[in-house]
């Protein structure tokens, strides 16, 4: 399997953009993980899913971020309007249930300016 | 609320040393713990995964030992490599949830020539 795949791996975008991170989990892995990191809180969890059902979104840290899986390939966190204080890399994870390895993709690193 | 500390946050070592990094956490009603390599610009990869039931987990150079009752892991990385410079985390899962995974700051790793 390719692992976890994110597109884009780098963007940078002016403040009030709207902004789509895109993932395509590990095939058969019935568990999407969305998290930030950032130097200051290190890595956080934002939104996890259960086979493409939004189960925990108490991460998110407000309503300009949205998230949401389709199908059981591909999933989309998307920021609107984007603001400078998001800046950091976001990574897309999968795993076969929550307590087994998680697989994490290369990241999305994001640049608001 | 489960907090992990790693400590040192960055150690610099000369190629062939043997040496241990530590990852300590508050509450000792844990699921799991996993050990993590991110090196410069990537994501995050899995190393080894330890159970609460098991005492330590093995794979070549590395081994990662579990002792719930002090709140303590280790990971043991024997005759250090230049490649083996990256920030190593660890992760402790509370129970069988997808938001239970908390991570450890990390600890950043040169090992010089």
């Known amino acids: 399997d390719a692992g976890v795949i994110q597109s884009p791996r780098h963007e940078v975008t002016e403040m009030g953009q709207e902004v789509t991170l895109r993932c395509k989990p590990i095939?058969?892995?019935?568990?999407l993980f969305w998290y930030r990191q950032t130097m200051m809180r290190g890595l956080e969890l934002l939104i996890y899913?259960?086979?493409?059902?939004?189960?925990?979104d108490s991460g998110m840290p407000e309503d300009r971020f949205s998230a949401k899986m389709p199908n059981a390939s591909f999933s989309t966190l998307k920021i609107q309007p984007s603001e400078p204080r998001d800046s950091a890399v976001y990574f897309c994870?999968?795993?076969?249930?929550?307590?087994?390895?998680?697989?994490f993709g290369e990241g999305s690193w994001l640049t608001v300016v | 609320k489960q907090e992990v500390t790693q400590i040192p946050a960055a150690l610099s070592v000369p190629e062939g040393e043997n040496l241990v990094l530590n990852c300590s956490f508050t509450d000792s009603a844990i699921y799991n713990l996993q050990w993590f390599r991110q090196d410069p610009g990537k994501g995050l990869t899995s190393l080894l995964l330890?159970?609460?039931?098991?005492r330590e987990q093995t794979s070549g150079r590395l081994n990662a030992s579990l002792d719930k009752s002090s709140g303590r892991s280790t990971l043991y990385i024997a005759a250090s490599q230049p490649g083996d410079s990256a920030t190593y985390l660890c992760?402790?899962?509370?129970?069988?949830?997808?938001?239970?995974?908390?991570f450890g700051g990390g600890t950043r790793l040169m090992v010089k020539p």
């Open positions: 994870a999968s795993s076969f249930f929550p307590g087994d390895t998680i697989y």
């Open positions: 992760a402790v899962r509370v129970n069988n949830a997808g938001n239970m995974l908390t």
């Open positions: 095939s058969g892995h019935d568990y």
């Open positions: 899913f259960n086979n493409n059902v939004p189960i925990d």
């Open positions: 330890i159970q609460s039931s098991q």
